[in-house]
Structures are given as C-alpha cells and as structure tokens.
C-alpha cells in the first residue's frame, strides 16, 4: 500500500507563511513627525514558550549564549493540522502529464486529500506603538483571508493551486504586571489557516493505444432488433490514429469491426 515518496508541501506552507511577513518595519518618529529610525522586525520559526524564554533570559558577561533579545520580534509556528472535508474531490480524478520522451508511459497522480495548517504567528515588542504598528501592517491584507497561488508540485510546472490564507483570531496579552527585574513583553498572537492540499504519489502508467472488445448479443436481443439468428459474437477493435500518436498530442481513433458467423442477418445492428 505504501510507497516512498515525499512532496515537502508541509515544508513548502511553512517557508511560504513565512515569507509574507518577512519584510515588516517599525518606525520611531520625533515630534515633528520626521523619522528617526526605521527597523527591520526579525523573523523565526520557533514555538511561543521557548522564544518567550530566550527573550526574558538575563544577559552574561560570562556566557556569550546569554545575550539578551533586541525588540520588537516575530515567531511562529505550526499548531495543528486538520482534514477539510468541504473541499475533497473525487478520488478516482486524475492528472496526467508527459513521462519525459517517452512515447508509452505518463506520469499521473490522483485527488490530493485536503487539510488546513494551523499558524499561529507571534508579536513580541517593548512598547505598544511597536505591536501596534506591526500589527496594523498585517490586519488590511487579512480581510479575512488572503491568497497565494503556488506551484505545489515538482515536475508538474502546469499545476497551480490557490492557496487561502484566513485570519481567524487576533488575541492580546501584556505582562507587565510582576517583579521589577522582569522585562515587559506584550505579546499579539494572532491565528491562522492555510488550506493546503496534499498529494499521493507519483505513479507511471502505460499509454493504452489500442482496446479490443467482445461482445456477445443473445438471441432474445437479436430477434427485438429484427435479425434472425442463434446469437452474435462481435469483436471491436480501437486504435489510436495516426498509430504513432505521442501522449497530449492531437489524435482520434479508428474502430474496426469483426463479426462472427452469417452476417446478413444481423449487420445493420451496427451499421
């Protein structure tokens, strides 16, 4: 049942989440309202527990790991996965593509199944115009969701897929509240979905080019249709035309018959 293969579309979502909030910036302006200094707001992909703690962390003069975290930053992480049963497929529908030169295989792949990745994406400032500003950068595009289309397979360059991006929560928490050796951190978490859609593998089949049919009529049938006779045999043969048809090009197919037997009772059946 089981085969190798591995599409990295779990990699790809997380790389893909990630680049949409690479390039946010924080302002400090003087009152005049001329800007002092614009900041780059740093990106990771790390769980809220442990970012929390490297940023709370007392800076060393002995240990250079103990180096405290500048302000204001950015993280996230994956929560959960879900299955999204709005929006399963048939799974008998299929895709098929050019296996490289070859004239009698074709790559195919079947209905991916439909999941939703949960995001939860992390604000971490010192000061509340800080979280505010980064946070205002973001809620415009979310309206409620925003979309992206991707490439999510390899190989097959000609398949897109748009991917929603929806906002489901925003949620606000500020410690300030606690000893003074503490370090405030207000924290914007905000929720997120992605649908994404994961495929099987890749499979290669052969190019059938021509079918042959056998075809039985009882008497019963023959004498409804007005053909005296004890019973027909009828053989059909299809092929593709031209017989050298490459996959995905522009072809028909030619049908030839074979009766079986006295066919002057029965042959305008067919005809």
Do not use: C
């Not at 098929?96 to 790559?107: I, M």
């Amino acid at each position: 049942m089981f085969q190798y293969f591995y599409h990295e579309r779990i990699r790809k979502a997380v790389a893909t989440f990630g680049t949409i909030f690479n390039d946010i910036h924080v302002q400090r302006t003087a009152k005049n309202g001329s800007i002092i200094d614009q900041t780059k707001v740093p990106l990771a992909y790390a769980p809220k527990d442990k970012y929390l703690e490297r940023i709370r962390e007392n800076p060393s003069l002995v240990d250079n790991t103990k180096v405290a975290l500048k302000l204001p930053r950015m993280s996230f992480e994956i929560t959960s996965l879900a299955y999204d049963p709005e929006r399963i497929l048939p799974k008998n529908n299929n895709y098929n593509k050019a296996y490289g030169a070859s004239t009698t295989h074709v790559n195919k792949i079947y209905s991916p199944a439909p999941y939703t990745i949960f995001f939860s994406l992390n604000i971490y400032a010192k000061l509340q115009d800080d979280a505010l500003q980064i946070v205002e950068q973001i809620l415009p595009y979310f309206n409620p969701q925003y979309t992206l289309t991707l490439k999510p397979l390899s190989g097959f360059e000609d398949i897109k897929e748009d991917v929603p991006i929806t906002l489901q929560s925003v949620a606000f928490q500020d410690d300030f509240e606690g000893s003074l050796e503490q370090r405030r951190t207000i924290i914007y978490t905000l929720d997120f979905g992605m649908r994404v859609n994961f495929h099987g593998p890749i499979r290669q089949d052969r190019i059938i080019k021509k079918t042959t049919t056998d075809v039985y009529i009882d008497k019963t049938t023959l004498l409804t249709s007005g053909a005296d006779s004890d019973g027909l045999y009828v053989k059909q043969i299809t092929t593709s035309n031209p017989a050298n048809a490459q996959p995905f090009s522009d072809f028909g197919f030619t049908t030839a018959t074979e009766y079986y037997g006295d066919s002057s009772q029965w042959k305008h059946i067919f005809n």
